[in-house]
């Protein structure tokens, strides 16, 4: 399988702040870069889909100004939250793309105070 | 209809049956079919991986997938405390555009 990692593992920031997630594709490298969200006993939310070299693609709801994703090189992809509010909290996971079969990170578990 | 349906449970079983979890879809387009397992507050980890209809065994678990039914299913024989966990499948065309189930909480009693 592969080897995604995301750093860092857990967060708590207070409202208003920004949070940056890294994920990092180790074993692969990954043109796209999914990200999801995933609230308490709810299946995984594909938030948005970044492309190494160009934008991000955003899903209906998702707020692109609000979720900058960044996809720097083929094994590094950033989402970073601005201004956090607390309904912001939540698991989020990547997963690099341009495979069969997906596999994701870790996850990251924002709390915003 | 959603694309993807999947009983959110929760189910609970005793140690040692044999757990059935299954899914159903309506794209007739899905080619790649898996199955993830996720332990709370961690990713999802891929379990089985299936393309097209048939079956596949990998130890205690066995994938089926039925397309002309539209149908999916997992099981786990010989289920022990540690399979405790929330299981999704997840099935795509061509290896783009995932869609996941919501996901069947499971509880293996001891």
């Known amino acids: 399988g592969a080897v995604v990692s995301q750093h860092p593992s857990w967060v708590i920031c207070k409202s208003g702040t920004s949070v940056k997630i890294e994920c990092r594709s180790l074993?692969?490298?990954?043109?796209?870069m999914f990200w999801y969200r995933q609230f308490p006993k709810q299946s995984l939310m594909l938030m948005a889909t970044s492309n190494e070299g160009s934008k991000a693609t955003y899903e209906q709801g998702v707020e692109k100004d609000k979720f900058l994703i960044n996809h720097a090189s083929l094994t590094l992809s950033t989402l970073t939250v601005t201004s956090a509010h607390p309904e912001d909290s939540s698991f989020y996971i990547c997963s690099p793309g341009g495979r069969e079969t997906q596999y994701f990170g870790p996850g990251t578990r924002l709390l915003v105070l | 209809q959603k694309e993807v349906e999947q009983d959110p449970g929760p189910l609970s079983v005793p140690e040692g049956a044999i757990v059935s979890l299954n899914c159903t879809y309506s794209n007739s387009a899905f080619q790649y079919f898996m199955w993830y397992r996720q332990y709370s507050r961690k990713g999802p980890e891929l379990l089985m991986y299936t393309y097209s209809s048939g079956n596949k065994e990998d130890g205690r678990f066995t994938a089926q997938v039925d397309k002309s039914s539209k149908y999916i299913s997992l099981f786990i024989r010989d289920s022990q405390p540690s399979d405790s966990a929330t299981y999704l499948c997840?099935?795509?065309?061509?290896?783009?555009?995932?869609?996941f189930g919501p996901g069947t909480r499971l509880s293996v009693l001891p």
């Open positions: 997840a099935m795509s065309v061509g290896g783009q555009n995932f869609v």
């Open positions: 074993d692969f490298q990954a043109t796209t």
